[in-house]
Every structure is written in C-alpha cells, then in structure tokens.
C-alpha cells in the first residue's frame, strides 16, 4: 500500500479488476501526457504519473480509479516525494472527509 498526500494507492491482482475494465472508457492525460490521479483544487498541483499506462474510472459518487503500470511508474507531487511503484494494477482511492449531512473528497 502506498499514500501520498490524500491519494492512496493500493495493489490489486489481476483477478480483482473486474471484467468490465477491459471495455471501459479511459481516463484522458492531461496537457503534459500525464495520467493525473488527484488534482489539487486549491493548488493547482496534481499527484500523477508519466509514462505507459492507463487510468480507468469505477461507477460511483466517489468512483476509485484502477491504475494499470505494465511497466511500473513514479508518482509525482509537487509538493511530496516521489513514490515508485512496480508493475501491475492498483486501486487509487481520494481520501473523503465527513462534514455534517455529507462525505465529500478531501479538497487538496
């Protein structure tokens, strides 16, 4: 498991990424080709990854990404160390924050 910041970054298998991936729209990059996995509201910086790969968004309010490296990756922050990651699928999952009435995305 890894965390950067309010990104976290879980290991799944091969047989937990669910069958529909293979079919579903991906994620655009950004304008400098990166795969963006948060992007700061109040900053503007953006935990992401450049090179091969793909990011694929689940169903639901607040829709974890599956992340796939076939050959690993970096993640980078502006604002924290760079986390390397080998090769494979993960679960990227936004910290959320109870505020009353509601659970929202914690605004970076």
Known sequence: MYRQGD??????????????????PKEPRDARGRL??????????????????????????FGP??????????VVHEEHAPITLPKGWYRVIRQREYVPGSVRIVAD
């Open 65 to 74: 990404l599956l992340l796939r490296l076939p050959e690993g990756g970096r």
């Open 7 to 24: 990104v976290l970054i879980v290991p799944v298998t091969d047989e937990a990424v669910p069958p529909h991936v293979a079919h579903a």
């Open 36 to 61: 963006v996995l948060a992007s700061g509201e109040v900053t503007g910086h953006a935990h992401a990854i450049a090179g091969p790969g793909e990011l694929v968004r689940e169903p639901g309010p």
